[in-house]
């Protein structure tokens, strides 16, 4: 474990199967915990976990993937900056690997899906 009591290192991603959700599997990430000044280590780290998400979806044949605001309930780190490293990691991602893969972003709430509908031009 840990420093935090997570099983998985910050950043890193696992997959298993969804049992009796209505998808095939679910994808498991530990965004970085964000205390006082936001960190460019922090950011890295968030960056990570959407990049590992995508790896395993990818080498597992996932032609979609829902992503939720990984990080910004209780761990702390600022919606907005969060939003943009998920959008701009994504689309890299997706241009790196000429990938079509589906990508979601499901919010919490209304700040959350007004922060994406003005980063995603919506």
């Not at 968030?46 to 979609?64: D, V």
């Not at 997706?94 to 589906?102: F, G, K, L, T």
């Amino acid at each position: 474990m840990d420093a935090q009591g997570c099983e998985e290192p910050t950043g890193q991603a696992k997959i298993t199967p969804a049992y009796n959700l209505p998808c095939k599997y679910v994808l498991h990430t530990v965004g970085p915990i964000v205390q006082g000044r936001l960190r460019q280590t922090d950011c890295d780290l968030l960056a990570s976990c959407y990049r590992a998400c995508l790896e395993l979806a990818a080498k597992n044949g996932c032609q979609s993937i829902a992503f939720c605001c990984i990080s910004t309930g209780v761990f702390g780190f600022p919606k907005r900056e969060a939003a943009e490293i998920a959008v701009q990691t994504v689309k890299d991602w997706r241009a790196e690997n000429r990938s079509d893969i589906r990508v979601i972003f499901n919010v919490f709430g209304n700040e959350d899906l007004a922060i994406y509908q003005g980063i995603l031009g919506e």
